[in-house]
């Protein structure tokens, strides 16, 4: 769910912008305890603190600027790069240099250049390692009150005043300041702390919080060098690989990452094998050395040169490890338990060659693991995190020399900037930083089920709405149709609160919100306005966090403050203050998931594992939440944090007539965690226990929607008017209980929800098989039920001769979802269901199209059947989908037009298989022609010469010509005329039919024949 967009930022270090550099001149002057190759001797020591502040005039930079490492901090507002000689630190936002420390030419020249670069998660300290084999360690020191490049405003000048600066404190904010700059330029200062050398040669080294992770070569071992002694005064510790015996012989770790949410250890062998590591403290063995602490599995086996494991990346959020491969592949696994259960999920690959893109440079997920970027040698590419292709570099034109086009290239290394807003990327071949924009669905950080239906996507500055499910748009099915509207967040809440890290939009599509590091603001699309704390403190007193949701005009936002987390009602009339908190509700544990349900209940979730049911109840001229049922899930849901979505399925009756407060105890619960949609379905037992039956009914789910919870039932106010022009008339009773989800490679859909909670255990695996696949070659955001269309957004890359530069974009698309549906229930036999819903569409004026469609795909799928079918079964043949489709289709009074669309736009070896369930072609002819149908007669009659060239005959023809010359159908018979000459270029067959229409025939063509 992630699109580039627009035009990239670029950022290079210009040797000449700095005319003073820091110099280290300590970094030769310190002591070196050496390993001298022996594992337990590991060296480090403290080198002369002063800090590198001495200025040297002029001093120029090494011989080699190329920048060869970028890596950043956990919380990603500092950045590091380096050359073969120079470190840089860098800020975030805004985007700029901090400090340089140049390496002097003795260093170079006792250590060797600088090869890889290490951050410490929380940035304080800076690893540079060297071709020697060194660990040259700098500190960062930096003042919260001090700042640099302040703005100032000259009491003459005149300066643009923000649309929102009369209204609200500006505080720290200047009036050129962009998305995140509120926080001003860090002073920092860079020391050097010590070197370190490792003689037994660095194959991989890791920063963690509390140590240096090295893995050598010779010999083969693990080094852990602590930033700062332990208690007992030991600051190293290596374990040798040959010790442990769950890892390959002969071979050494030449890649290893650690993810701390999952606390795993991930390493790569020099054979191309994979292993998950999980470190324990070190026990003492009764009568021997003390005991590993690395225990480990192997998941992924080299079984050739082309699958050795080169790269690997973890996505806790999904429980995945992908591991680059040497054939230019990446293979994603799915960490089910830390036994070792490891199962392969998917292959990711390019659709173009491994000669094309290059060997794989670097991968990394986005921070809400939705989303995969792979980096290779000549370009890049994106993946949803189950495996759907997205945007990649290798759809553009490489050979045009129109554009500037680097960032099209390859990237050795990035990192994810403003929780996925921005993709910082290092193209070294560029010797360039390039920062990629980012747009993607709200639903990654934030699924509510208005999200989903109503298809918003967050920018870096902005949300986009998608209009499809309201109003005229898609009248046609063509996507173009379809309006996507940008609304540009207040650039006074992006200067001090950005990245946007939550946003929703309320059902009827009226009123979006939007929330950032701390505070909130909200726009309406009646008055066009939006509304931000006129206070900065009052705006920074809390951070959303749980999740936001819309009670017809009044926001309900889950908070973290002071005050503990809480529930807390705006409304949209009222300005935003602490003042105007309409009602707050405090809980014990913060909220991980909050959302509405049938328009009226609050459904949280918290991290004690309970749901809690609110109503909300009107008091007067405000509105409170009142508390009317809770749910506990303490032995069903293991891990509440990973919990995604949460909603639940009341019945009709309960719904209707029943009291809210017995909702929790007839309501199936339908959760998302880990990937997997699971169904809790109530089971009620003796002295009035509630239980649950649990069912796993979908896997690799990306997001899903329930149609009752999203405005499927709205129907458009211009359409109440005639009940009859309105497509979603019939509606209720077709799709409004239809269940959606995305599963990476097509979007899948239960048309009715209540099918799947009333199967039985022995009946689930039957019911979950039948959901509908409905495939599409771009990722889907949401269905428009009223439509009948999968709408989403397909990644496209502009290169124009008019400009100099390439530029991104998302392009609307939308796939019809009514053959697939119609097709399953036909496939069961279920005629008056695909009646049904047919019923629900029919006056769509694309409707039509949709069935010729249904058709050609079952007529398709019907020849590959019969062609593939084996020669053990001859005289059998495969079960007809084409026997009961044609008589559905011929209730319809479009039937000899779709018959004829699909003949016409199919291959002719398919039409005996067609033709074989129909009446004779001239019949259709016949009939076709006593409708009026005159257009659809002449094309059976096309059809009739091809086919059945001995049941043609010249008196058919005949009679169309009468009939189109009768009506003034003079088109037809030119077209008719045209045809008949192609097949008796002497002009006979043409005179004959014109007698036997009773046109005369001009002199011309008895006078030459022609």
Not at 437 to 450: E, I, N, V, Y
Not at 487 to 515: E, F, M, R
Not at 583 to 610: G, W
Request: negative net charge; contains cysteine; glycine residues 8%.
């Amino acid at each position: 769910m992630y699109w580039p967009l627009g035009i990239p930022n670029y950022y290079s270090v210009d040797k000449t912008a700095f005319q003073l550099h820091k110099q280290d001149q300590h970094d030769l002057d310190h002591e070196l305890l050496s390993a001298k190759g022996n594992p337990q001797g590991a060296s480090t020591t403290n080198g002369d603190s002063t800090p590198i502040n001495k200025k040297t005039s002029q001093h120029a930079q090494s011989h080699n600027p190329k920048l060869l490492d970028l890596k950043t901090s956990r919380g990603g507002q500092i950045f590091a790069t380096i050359t073969h000689s120079t470190l840089h630190i860098w800020q975030t936002k805004p985007t700029l240099l901090l400090a340089t420390a140049v390496r002097s030419k003795q260093s170079l020249q006792a250590y060797g250049d600088n090869v890889a670069l290490l951050v410490r998660p929380d940035a304080l300290i800076i690893v540079v390692q060297t071709q020697a084999g060194f660990l040259i360690t700098y500190s960062l020191a930096s003042d919260p009150n001090a700042q640099v490049y302040q703005f100032q405003l000259k009491a003459s000048g005149a300066s643009r005043r923000q649309s929102a600066e009369g209204i609200r404190k500006t505080g720290n904010a200047g009036p050129d300041y962009g998305p995140g700059d509120g926080t001003g330029i860090r002073d920092i200062s860079v020391r050097f702390r010590m070197v370190i050398r490792i003689d037994a040669g660095i194959c991989k080294a890791i920063a963690l919080d509390d140590e240096l992770m090295v893995a050598t070569a010779k010999p083969p071992a693990i080094q852990c060098i602590r930033w700062s002694p332990d208690k007992t005064g030991s600051s190293h510790n290596t374990e040798l690989l040959k010790r442990m015996t769950w890892f390959g012989e002969k071979a050494s770790v030449v890649d290893m990452v650690y993810d701390r949410p999952m606390g795993l250890h991930v390493w790569l062998s020099s054979d191309g094998k994979a292993y998950t590591v999980q470190r324990s403290k070190p026990r003492k063995a009764s009568d021997g050395p003390a005991e590993s602490t690395f225990k480990g599995y192997c998941f992924h086996q080299s079984e050739s040169k082309n699958t050795r494991a080169t790269l690997v990346a973890v996505n806790a959020r999904f429980s995945l490890i992908a591991l680059a491969c040497v054939d230019a592949r990446i293979r994603v696994y799915n960490v089910k338990d830390y036994l070792g259960n490891i199962p392969q999920l998917h292959t990711l690959e390019l659709p173009v060659s491994p000669a094309s893109s290059g060997q794989l440079t670097f991968i990394s997920h986005s921070p809400d693991g939705q989303c995969l970027f792979a980096g290779f040698e000549k370009g890049w590419a994106m993946w949803s995190v189950y495996g759907k292709l997205g945007a990649h570099s290798f759809m553009s034109d490489r050979s045009s020399p129109f554009a500037e086009q680097s960032w099209l290239d390859g990237f050795s290394g990035g990192f994810w900037a403003g929780l996925g807003s921005e993709l910082i990327l290092l193209n070294d071949a560029a010797n360039q930083l390039c920062t990629i924009h980012m747009a993607r669905g709200a639903a990654t950080s934030c699924l509510a089920m208005p999200n989903i239906y109503r298809s918003l996507l967050q920018t870096s500055t902005g949300l986009m709405l998608h209009h499809g499910q309201s109003g005229s748009g898609i009248s046609s099915g063509n996507a173009e149709e379809s309006s996507w509207q940008t609304y540009q967040i207040p650039s006074t809440y992006l200067t001090n609160q950005w990245p946007i890290k939550c946003s929703v939009v309320s059902a009827c599509g009226k009123y979006i919100a939007a929330a950032g590091r701390r505070g909130l603001v909200h726009y309406s699309k009646a008055s066009g306005r939006w509304k931000t704390f006129e206070d900065p403190y009052a705006e920074s007193e809390f951070s959303v966090r749980g999740g936001m949701c819309w009670y017809q005009h009044i926001l309900v936002a889950a908070v973290d403050s002071d005050a503990g987390s809480q529930i807390r009602l705006y409304s949209r009339e009222k300005n935003l203050s602490i003042s105007n908190v309409m009602y707050a509700e405090t809980l014990k544990s913060p909220i991980i998931h909050m959302t509405l349900s049938d328009q009226s209940s609050l459904l949280v979730y918290t991290h004690e594992n309970i749901l809690f049911h609110y109503v909300f109840e009107a008091a007067g001229s405000s509105v409170r939440l009142v508390q009317v049922g809770q749910i506990g899930f303490q032995s069903i849901i293991r891990a509440p944090a990973r919990v995604r979505s949460i909603s639940w399925i009341v019945p009709d009756e309960q719904r209707e007539r029943g009291d809210p407060s017995q909702d929790v105890a007839t309501a199936a619960v339908l959760f998302l965690i880990d990937g997997k949609l699971v169904l809790l379905q109530p089971s009620p037992e003796e002295h009035r226990e509630l239980k649950y039956d649990m069912r796993v009914i979908a896997h690799n789910v990306e997001y899903y929607l329930l149609a009752r919870e999203g405005s499927t039932l709205t129907p458009d106010p211009i359409s109440l008017l005639d009940a009859e022009q309105s497509p979603t008339s019939h509606l209720g009773n077709s799709l409004s209980d239809s269940l959606w989800y995305f599963d990476g490679h097509s979007m899948r859909v239960w048309p009715d929800v209540h099918d799947l909670i009333s199967s039985t255990s022995s009946e689930l695996n039957q019911a979950t098989a039948t959901s509908v696949s409905i495939p599409t070659d771009f990722y889907p955001l949401t269905p428009i039920i009223s439509k009948g269309v999968l709408a989403g957004l397909e990644p496209d890359i502009i290169q124009r001769r008019d400009v100099d530069f390439a530029f991104a974009r998302a392009l609307p698309r939308t796939h019809l979802f009514i053959p697939p549906l119609l097709q399953h229930y036909l496939s069961r036999f279920d005629s008056p269901a695909a009646l049904h819903l047919s019923d629900s569409y029919r006056k769509l004026p694309y409707f039509p199209h949709a069935l010729e469609v249904l058709l050609h795909n079952v007529l398709d799928e019907e020849v590959d059947a019969m062609h593939g079918y084996s020669d053990d079964y001859e005289g059998q043949q495969p079960e007809s989908q084409l026997a009961s489709l044609l008589p559905f289709l011929s209730s319809f009074p479009e039937y000899l037009d779709i018959v004829l669309g699909c003949a016409r736009k199919t291959e002719i070896r398919s039409w005996q298989t067609l033709f074989r369930h129909l009446p004779p072609v001239s019949e259709m002819f016949e009939e076709a022609l006593g409708d009026g149908k005159l257009k659809t007669a002449g094309g059976f009659l096309l059809v009739l010469h091809t086919f059945d060239e001995e049941a043609f005959n010249a008196g058919m023809m005949a009679r169309l010509l009468s009939r189109a010359k009768e009506e003034g159908e003079w088109e037809l018979c030119k077209e008719l005329a045209r045809f008949l000459v192609g097949v008796d270029e002497t002009g006979g067959l043409l005179r004959e039919v014109m007698r036997g229409a009773g046109m005369e025939v001009g002199g011309a063509w008895g006078a030459d024949g022609g």
